[in-house]
């Protein structure tokens, strides 16, 4: 079973920040938290990782809690290329074992 | 860019032929390869794990017979779908990680159709 959940799907205007959240309450201390999306009928595109601090890319910016049971990815201006399904998964870096993808969220930007 | 190459990105077959898919790890040596079948719709499912050297562990309700898995080098591992029927018409895709690539990075995916 996958470690995380997240919401079926989000809207979100043109322009705005996106923020998409993701719980993940059971993650051990060694695992990451990545974010990958999936642009339709095209593998999965990387995003952003991080262990406890916040970290930012070209591409978004990644909240995760003191805690480290949740997390939030954020796409500070939202585009229609950005359509998507956002998929946050747990695992620990260079680790071989086997991958669960969740559902995921429906990310739809709108004019 | 993209450091794991999938081949063919689309193909159509009829019903009872074999279908081979590669993937291929450009710039680092994949020790492990996993395999996902999608559905219009739905998430990834993982099909199958793939070592190199080893045989592949396939997950619960995955015939082995069918979906024939090989990971002779470091590089490439490849599914090969045998007697293809409709109901194997899926989009099938790879992923690869190493000891140096913390990332874990897809292929561009397969889209199968079965006449």
């Known amino acids: 079973d996958a470690k995380t959940t997240q919401p079926t799907s989000m809207d979100c205007a043109e322009g705005r920040a996106a923020n998409l959240p993701c719980n993940h309450s059971?993650?051990?201390?060694?695992?990451?938290v990545y974010w990958y999306r999936q642009i339709h009928s095209q593998g999965p595109q990387y995003i952003i990782h991080?262990?406890?601090n916040n970290e930012t890319n070209e591409m978004a910016s990644l909240i995760i809690t003191e805690d480290r049971k949740s997390s939030t990815l954020i796409l500070p201006h939202a585009t229609l290329r950005d359509t998507a399904v956002y998929y946050c998964?747990?695992?620990?870096?260079?680790?071989?074992?086997?991958?669960?993808f969740g559902t995921g969220t429906r990310l739809q930007v709108f004019p | 860019g993209a450091v794991v190459s999938q081949h063919p990105s689309r193909v159509i077959c009829k019903s009872g032929t074999s279908v081979k898919i590669e993937c291929r790890s450009l710039?680092?040596?994949?020790?492990?390869m996993f395999w996902y079948r999608q559905f219009p719709k739905q998430s990834l499912m993982l099909m199958a794990t793939?070592?190199?050297?080893?045989?592949?562990?396939?997950e619960q309700g995955v015939e082995k017979d069918k979906f024939l898995i090989n990971h002779a080098s470091l590089t490439l591992s490849t599914l090969t779908v045998t007697s293809a029927h409709p109901e194997d018409s899926s989009f099938y895709i790879c992923?690869?990680?190493?000891?140096?690539?913390?990332?874990?990075?897809f292929g561009s995916g397969t889209q199968l159709s079965v006449l």
């Open positions: 710039d680092f040596q994949a020790t492990t």
């Open positions: 991080g262990l406890k």
């Open positions: 793939s070592n190199e050297g080893s045989k592949a562990t396939y």
């Open positions: 998964i747990v695992r620990v870096p260079y680790n071989t074992d086997k991958l669960i």
């Open positions: 992923s690869a990680s190493g000891q140096v690539n913390e990332k874990l990075f």
């Open positions: 059971t993650i051990s201390g060694n695992e990451y």
